[in-house]
């Protein structure tokens, strides 16, 4: 029996167990009521007086010596599986989130916003839904503007008072001057609405960004040299720019901007008609009557304005040829703004 018991003990150091079912396998092997450890039990009663002692003193180590084994087993296999789980990074996704990109006109706005922003401008924003106080009277529109006209802007309502989508971000001008005092300095970025057919060059709504400077002694100049700052900002150091006398009846003087073509470099082709120049703002000194009507003394403050077409200044860009292009969200076209983002 002292053999059995040696024999078994020596399986018993020797065990291994790679899993749950193998360590429960060992326990009924060795320790369960059928298990060699339990017979051994058994054979111990028919064992001689004189031996007894020692035998049952073997006896109990080999139990004891199987219980820790089994034990041992256990505590091996559950620290196995926590290093296992550590070598999986929980953090990592199975497959690549695909990411939206900016588009184009986002792109674009951002950019003006940086220009403007470094020389202190801050936004401004207003509602697209206006009144015509907001959109024409306070700018200066007189009465019979066509403008006001039913094929140019869309109506919400006519009565009691006219409520339109606006036309342009002009509006924000009257907003923030009626709110604020200056000295002001804003751009006001948003959609604007225009009963216009839709093709490739013009659209019902487009993006423009306005510009507002009111304090005291803003000259033409001021105007000219912040409009210079952001073309060369926008469209590379070389770029030039050249106003032309225009009209508008919220500005007075106004003028409209030309940068030479960035395409050609001035020397003329078919982006800019062979001219070497394209169009890309209007502008002007805010006319006196603007500013009383937005209780701001004209004796006072001066101020320019500008405002621009986001649409305008990204064609340049990145010369989109068809304008319905912004709109239609095919992901062809937005995916080939992925760099510039
Ligand atoms: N509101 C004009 C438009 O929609 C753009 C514009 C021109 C804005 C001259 C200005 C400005 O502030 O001074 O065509």
Redesign the pocket.
């Known amino acids: 029996m002292i053999e059995k018991i040696n024999s078994i003990l020596e399986n018993i150091n020797n065990l291994k167990a790679s899993s749950a079912e193998e360590v429960e396998q060992i326990r009924i092997k060795y320790l369960s009521k059928k298990g060699e450890i339990s017979a051994l039990m058994n054979e111990f009663r028919n064992v001689p007086a004189d031996q007894k002692r020692e035998l049952g003193q073997k006896l109990n180590q080999l139990k004891n010596a199987a219980t820790e084994k089994l034990a041992a087993l256990k505590e091996a296999l559950s620290a196995n599986a926590e290093s296992a789980m550590a070598d999986i990074d929980l953090t990592r996704t199975s497959t690549p989130t695909p990411f939206g990109t900016r588009h184009p006109l986002s792109l674009v706005k951002n950019e003006i916003f940086e220009i403007f922003g470094s020389m202190g401008f801050t936004i401004a924003e207003g509602p697209e839904i206006e009144d015509d106080w907001h959109v024409f009277s306070s700018l200066n529109f007189p009465p019979d503007h066509p403008a006001r006209d039913m094929q140019d802007t869309f109506f919400i309502s006519r009565s009691p008072q006219d409520i339109l989508l606006r036309?342009?971000?002009?509006s924000v001008?009257t907003r923030t001057m009626e709110a604020n005092r200056p000295p002001i300095r804003i751009i006001c970025p948003g959609r604007?609405y225009r009963n216009e057919a839709i093709s490739a060059r013009a659209h019902c709504f487009f993006h423009?960004v306005?510009?507002?400077y009111i304090d005291r002694n803003v000259s033409f100049a001021d105007l000219k040299q912040c409009l210079l700052y952001f073309a060369r900002e926008m469209f590379g150091p070389e770029t030039k720019i050249r106003l032309r006398p225009s009209y508008?009846p919220?500005?007075e003087p106004?003028a409209e901007m030309d940068i030479s073509c960035h395409i050609c470099g001035g020397k003329g082709c078919a982006f800019c008609k062979g001219t070497g120049w394209v169009e890309i703002?209007?502008?002007?000194m805010?006319d006196p009557n603007v500013l009383e009507a937005c209780g701001i003394d004209s004796k006072e403050f001066t101020g320019?304005?500008?405002?621009?077409g986001i649409e305008r200044i990204t064609n340049l860009k990145y010369r989109v040829k068809d304008l319905r292009m912004f709109s239609e969200n095919d992901v062809r076209f937005l995916h080939e703004f992925d760099a510039a983002r």
Not at 281 to 284: E, I, Q, V
Not at 304 to 308: D, Q, R, T
Request: contains cysteine.
């Open positions: 036309t342009h971000t002009s001008q604007v423009q306005e510009g507002l508008f919220f500005t106004s703002l209007g502008c002007g805010v320019y304005a500008f405002g621009m």
